[in-house]
């Protein structure tokens, strides 16, 4: 890659150059300071520090462009790293951001495929080709050991420059490291052919003796033979990039990595209608960068028009995208990008086939059954349903069609190695509402009395709400058949995605640990790219790029104080301070017995928690119940309601206020709090058997007190190849994937509290309790927790062919889980089916089993 700056003939420099070279003084200075902290120029190879910065600013600021006779694109690339090509390496590490980042990922994605194909290292021919223009020292090989071995992992390694000057530091380079492997091509990458340096691989067809007129005859390949194509700050560069984009598929294996990273500048306009980049997390550059970065680069004839990426995003499916800046240098725009061929050509992984796959894996299509269990998978009336309903398509499959008939490549989700992550459009108002930030870093459902209550089995279909993906893996454990998880927040399933990663790529427990246990890791970005990318989708890979120092900030308190309900957290740790109670949170944490902790809590923690001034300004307020507690205010009226029937508004005559509580906000709060942490101080031990709380008063889990998916023995068995085969993530409302799934598909549907949103008696609750009976099969359960303690849309269960039973009361003095957060818990189950074609209000037809018109008596 030429460098930022250069000098090009008066004519061609416009006002935009002019405010550039102005404004590339200052960014010299701090490339110099910069250059200052590298290591490499502490060598004693090459030129010394003050020979390289005089050649660098040489070459990028004074020597004008030449070139040959010719006027080719060889001879201007050579005229200007001619002069430079010793200290090529030195001064371009501060400037090229990014290249070590792109190794780790592309390594990674190779080495996930070859123990998912079962490949020995040494049994492979495995071959790499690093496209280059005006950079190709051979850096990038090198710097690649760090993940892999370059000469035994790689068989045969190509580096394909157009600069002679450049390919002859390159050649001195491997003659240095003695790695044979690697072959050094000093030609044109639009015509370079693998097939012109390997033996095994088919010569291209021609007709006729001249090779210039049998060129219109041959075809060209649909695929080649490399496994690995980089391009490193190279396609910026190249004028023809069109057809160098095209003739990278002639190179690529039909399961091959395409790694690339370059400048870029560009518009969220530009994208902001297409579903195949990847995400667009960081992609808009603003137009004051845009222009200037432009302009500037445009110096030194590297051009970041935004249709070169584009068009690689075009003729290939996307894998990850990344989109960063380089902040030692004015913040320059970079992308990094993995991609593959845009139609598979394994016969295995066609892409109607992959289509399908998808489609019923987020549909719980009865493709996906086994024949045998076909027959009887359904009942005659639900087969009755599937026959009056139109066909039931994911979305994922609505999106793919409207690609395919478009010649556009695939969404991304497509492209990944695992189909957990469904299709879903991030740019939709509904998602972006969230802005990138998580509520919940922790669930708030006692796992215990969900795996005591439902008792799940490997014939299992269970829908549930993610929140924080810890009662998902909890289900996991069990391993039922099939778990649907749901959130409309699209960082929830990022959390969910990341701890999933963590055990696909079998991440040893110490780390696993570090994460989710104390929610910190120094290490954690060299474990995301180099581990756990193949295993995440590229959303959430960007998500969490971004927000490595959720992790690794030394001055951070790690995952747990992150997510809305980090606000409660602050805010207790901010009461506990004022009151004084800090040393009061410790010992809680090393009481030793419950009537240990229960002296604590009375004397020094309840008066400051449970105080009135915290209650009248903190507690009522709706902003903090919502940011929070997640407490939506339908939740909050229900709470209220409660309160004005209790005793203790209406005493024991039963007269409203004659209690000794008064009907107000803050009074109906202030006891439902009290109902809640009085008994959990009470009756379980919080540093030993309470994760939920546990966490909140220190901040991270304990290796004695922790959820149940963070144990040893929960890491062996979901870190097992295929562990984790049945889930399926999806970012979508309720209603809207329970729509989407097969009629009598579920067996199991975990919505938590979500029914406390809707507005009493509203419709929208009557069509998600109707949708919900249509998607279970008969017998099926639905598990529900709520803020009262007889919420008004249980009869709506019962009037759409439900039978509700509560399952928990909590009461003064009682535990209903180790929560306790919530009043009830009810579980709900399908004891007859809706008719197809049946209004709202309308009676439940009979269950049939088998065949028609047999009658089974409800359950």
Known sequence: MASAGGNILPADISPNHVLAGIAGVALFALGVSQLYTQSDLESDEGPGLITSLFLFCYSCFIKPYGGDSNGSQQGQLESFYATQ????????????????DMLALVAAQLQFKAKRDGESRDGKK????????????????????????????FSRVYLVDF???????????????????????CQDARSFRLEDHEDGLPPARTAGRSPRLGYFSQK????????????????????????????????????????VIDFYTQSDVDVAFRNYTGGGMGRHVNYVARTFWRAWFDLDRVSLEASRRDYLEYRFGTVLGINSRNRSLGSIPYYIWLGCLKEPFSSSSLPHEIIERIDALATESPLMLPADKMKTATSALTRAVERTAPEIRSKAFDAAVENVSAGLPLPSFFYQNHHWRIYYDDRLQKHTQFKDEYIYAFTWEDSRVDERILNLGPDDVVLAITSAGDNILSYARQSPATIHAIDLNPSQNHLLELKVASYAAALPYDDFWKMFGDGKHPDFRSILTSKLSPHLSSRAFQYWLGNAHIFTSPRGRGLYDTGGSKHAIRIFRWISRLFGCRRAVAEMLEAKTLNEQREIWHLKLRPALLSGLVSRFVLSSEAFLWTALGVPKNQLSMIESDHAASDAVRGSSGVPGSGTARNTRSHALWHYMVNTLDPVVETTH??????????????????????DYLAPEAHRRLSRP???DGLRIHTDELAEVIARLRPGSLTVAVVMDSMDWFDRGSAAASRQVSRLNRALAPGGRVLLRSSALDPWYVAEFER??????????????????????????WVCTKVDNLRPDSPPGSPPAPMVAGGEGIEVLPL
Request: hydrophobic share 35%; glycine share 10%.
């Open 722 to 724: 295929g562990a984790l």
């Open 126 to 153: 495995r071959v790499w080709v690093d496209d280059q223009v005006g950079g190709g020292t051979g850096w990038n090989i090198e710097a690649m050991s760090k993940y892999v071995d370059v000469p035994s992992f």
């Open 686 to 707: 919080m540093a030993a058997d309470n994760p939920y709380y546990h966490v909140c008063l220190a901040g991270s889990f304990s290796r004695r007190c922790h959820p």
């Open 163 to 185: 600069s002679p000057s450049l390919c002859e530091v390159a050649r001195k380079r491997f003659q240095r490291l003695g790695w044979s492997n690697v072959t050094v091509v």
């Open 800 to 825: 759409r062919g439900f039978a509700a039973k509560r399952v928990g009361e909590r009461v003064p003095g009682r535990c209903i889980d180790r929560v306790n957060m919530y009043a009830s818990c």
């Open 220 to 259: 060209p390949a649909e695929h080649g033979g490399a496994d690995l194509v980089t391009m490193s700050y190279s396609l910026s560069m190249i004028p023809d990039y069109f057809s160098v984009i095209d003739s990278l598929s002639s190179l690529l294996s039909p399961n091959g990595v395409l790694g």
């Open 85 to 100: 090509s010793g200290i090529y390496d030195k001064t371009r590490k501060p400037l090229l951001k990014g290249r070590e």
